[in-house]
T-cell receptor, first 112, second 111 residues
Framework: KNEVEQSPQNLTAQEGEFITINCSYS?????LHWLQQHPGGGIVSLFM???GKKKHGRLIATINIQEKHSSLHITASHPRDSAVYIC??????????????FGKGTHLIIQP | DVKVTQSSRYLVKRTGEKVFLECVQD?????MFWYRQDPGLGLRLIYF???????EKGDIPEGYSVSREKKERFSLILESASTNQTSMYLC??????????FGSGTRLTVV
């Protein structure tokens, strides 16, 4: 079973700061997801990665397959970025869909 | 705009009731999933399905069953609701190329 660790668990920052959230996993994967959940809301998929880097607006996600590590960066952070960010990995499997292994999430608060 | 729709946003049920949570996706995805989310425990997989009439147990299937009679619909059933099943329930669907799409969740309270 893949173990997924996120850090930090909680992060409070000022508007405009550069934010980094980290995710490490223990077993080889076929894909890694970064998810966003606003308070009381459903989950939105931000990125799906299997290698390299992806960028969408102010969000950047990177993955290092050899080191089993991924980072989510937010540039020019804004109070609307306040949410829980969840890392989830899809591990290699013999067949069929077996779902994801989720990190516990990083609770981000951006203060004006 | 592709989406996964969960029939109820909030639900309150009594202990012992049979509860149905419905999930519909409009993306023609083969794979569908039910998770529950609890503080400090994160998301945990209850059941998933990779085809019509197929189902597989996830990590915490006890007390739950599922039904997938049509490709677009995946139902989670609590045969006899208990207070420890009070939780946020999230449905998701996926394809190999597109990744996962989640519903907005159903917050179930069992009293």
């Amino acid at each position: 079973k893949n173990e997924v660790e996120q850090s930090p668990q909680n992060l409070t920052a000022q508007e405009g700061e550069f934010i980094t959230i980290n995710c490490s996993y223990s077993v080889g994967i076929s894909a890694l997801h970064w998810l966003q959940q606003h308070p009381g809301g459903g989950i939105v998929s931000l990125f799906m990665l299997s290698s390299g880097k992806k960028k969408h607006g102010r969000l950047i996600a990177t993955i290092n397959i050899q080191e089993k590590h991924s980072s989510l960066h937010i540039t020019a952070s804004h109070p609307r970025d306040s949410a829980v960010y969840i890392c989830a990995v899809l591990s290699y499997s013999g067949g069929g869909a077996d779902g994801l292994t989720f990190g516990k999430g990083t609770h981000l608060i951006i203060q004006p | 705009d592709v989406k996964v729709t969960q029939s109820s946003r909030y639900l309150v049920k009594r202990t012992g009731e049979k509860v149905f949570l419905e999930c519909v996706q409009d993306m023609d995805h083969e794979n569908m999933f039910w998770y529950r989310q609890d503080p400090g425990l994160g998301l945990r997989l209850i059941y998933f399905s990779y085809d019509v009439k197929m189902k597989e147990k996830g990590d915490i299937p006890e007390g739950y069953s599922v039904s997938r009679e049509k490709k677009e619909r995946f139902s989670l059933i609590l045969e006899s609701a208990s207070t420890n099943q009070t939780s946020m329930y999230l449905c998701a669907s996926s394809s190999d190329s597109y990744g996962y799409t989640f519903g907005s969740g159903t917050r179930l309270t069992v009293v």
